[in-house]
Nanobody
């Protein structure tokens, strides 16, 4: 499972860090990332990081947000700087995890965190 934390209310221009830890029968974690969903809008990609450390960002957050991961802790982070009111949304973490379903068989599953609210307002 994925457990996200770190959301809250913050003023425009300030920073916030989200964390998401994976737990359970993990063989290997592939891509990890963050999505967000504002009211009455679709869930959109914010940032993603591969197991090798390659990253990709939505244009709207480039230069302001940084995604990172700690493979030893099975955790992905989203460092959000210069926050804007339009960043207000529920943020969901995501991971592609290889699970050892039998002693000789691994399957990849997509997992989502429970969502954490980020509100940017003065």
């Amino acid at each position: 499972q994925l457990q996200a934390s770190g959301g809250g209310l913050v003023q425009p221009g300030r920073s916030l860090r989200l964390s998401c830890a994976a737990s359970g029968s993990i063989f290997e974690i592939n891509d990890m990332g963050w999505y967000r969903q504002a009211p009455e809008e679709q869930r959109d990609l914010v940032a993603i990081i591969t197991s090798g450390g390659f990253t990709n960002y939505a244009d709207s957050v480039k230069g302001r947000f940084t995604i990172s991961r700690d493979n030893a802790k099975n955790t992905v982070y989203l460092h959000m700087n210069s926050l804007k009111p339009e960043d207000t949304a529920v943020y969901y973490c995501y991971a592609q995890i290889d699970v050892l379903v039998t002693p000789t068989h691994v399957e990849e599953f997509d997992y989502w965190g429970q969502g954490t609210q980020v509100t940017v307002s003065s």
